[in-house]
C-alpha cells in the first residue's frame, strides 16, 4: 500500500517594500496573481520628513489585504548616509541600505523573497547598472514584477485596482538628497562609501527600530502635491 502524499503546497513569501508610491503596490498585486503571500516593510524618513509616506503605505497595504506593515524608523540611518557620503551615491546607497535591512528582517521570519517597485531606467536609480549593484547588496533574491512596465503601464493598472488616488501624492525619498544622482555606479566605489557611513552598523541598528503598524486603523490623508523619487 503506497504512502499517500499530501498536495497541499505552501504558497512562497515576500517582503514589499511599499513607498506608499504608485509603484510598490502594484508591484504587491503582480506577485499576489502569481500565488505570493505578502508581508510588508516601510522605511519611514521622519522626522526629515511627516508621516504622509506611511499613511499611503498603511491604506495601499490594507488594499492589498496586508493586516500588518513593518515600519522601520530609520531616518537617522538615512541622514547619516546623506552626511557621511558622496550624495551623488545617496539613492543607490539607501537602496542598498534598505535591502540588507530588509534581507535581515525577511530572514527572521523566514520570509524566502524581497520585493520592490522598482522598474527599469524609471528613475536614476534604476539603470541596469544601479540595479544590478543593489542586487549585490544581498544574498535573498530581490522579486521585480514591474522590471520591463513603462509608467504608463503601472499608472494604468494603479487606477484599475483603486490604488492610484491613495498612491498619486507626495513621494519623499529625496527629502535629504542633492547633488546629482549617479546612473551609473561601480560596486567598489559603493563599498568606499558605505564603509565612510558605517552601513553595517547602520543596517544591525535600523532591525532594532522596527514597529508593527495594522492597517485596520482609521487614516486620514492629507492633500499633497506630486513628486517623483529618483
Do not use: W
Not at 41 to 53: A, G, R, V
Amino acid at each position: 500500500m503506497t504512502k499517500a502524499t499530501n498536495t497541499k503546497t505552501s504558497k512562497h513569501k515576500a517582503l514589499l517594500l511599499i513607498s506608499g508610491g504608485i509603484d510598490s503596490p502594484v508591484a504587491g498585486k503582480l506577485l499576489q496573481e502569481k500565488g505570493f503571500e505578502l508581508n510588508a516593510i516601510h522605511f519611514s524618513q521622519e522626522p526629515f520628513t511627516d508621516n504622509t509616506p506611511e499613511k499611503k503605505s498603511l491604506l495601499l497595504a490594507k488594499k492589498l489585504g496586508i493586516k500588518e506593515v513593518i515600519v522601520v524608523d530609520a531616518g537617522e540611518e538615512f541622514k547619516e548616509i546623506a552626511d557621511k557620503t558622496y550624495r551623488e551615491y545617496y539613492f543607490v546607497l539607501i537602496k542598498r541600505f534598505m535591502m540588507k535591512t530588509s534581507e535581515k528582517i525577511a530572514n527572521e521570519k523566514k520570509i524566502e523573497f524581497i520585493a520592490t517597485g522598482e522598474s527599469l531606467g524609471q528613475v536614476s536609480s534604476q539603470t541596469l547598472s544601479n540595479l544590478n549593484n543593489i542586487n549585490q547588496s544581498t544574498q535573498i533574491e530581490i522579486l521585480r514584477p514591474l522590471i520591463f512596465m513603462s509608467k504608463q503601464e503601472i499608472i494604468n493598472i494603479s487606477r484599475k485596482e483603486n490604488y492610484f488616488d491613495t498612491s498619486k501624492g507626495v513621494e519623499m525619498c529625496d527629502a535629504l538628497a542633492s547633488g546629482k544622482p549617479k546612473t551609473r555606479t561601480h560596486l567598489d566605489d559603493l563599498l568606499n562609501e558605505e564603509k565612510k557611513c558605517e552601513m553595517e552598523k547602520l543596517v544591525n541598528k535600523a532591525t532594532h527600530k522596527t514597529r508593527i503598524e495594522n492597517t485596520n486603523q482609521e487614516i486620514i490623508l492629507e492633500t499633497q502635491k506630486v513628486n517623483i523619487c529618483k
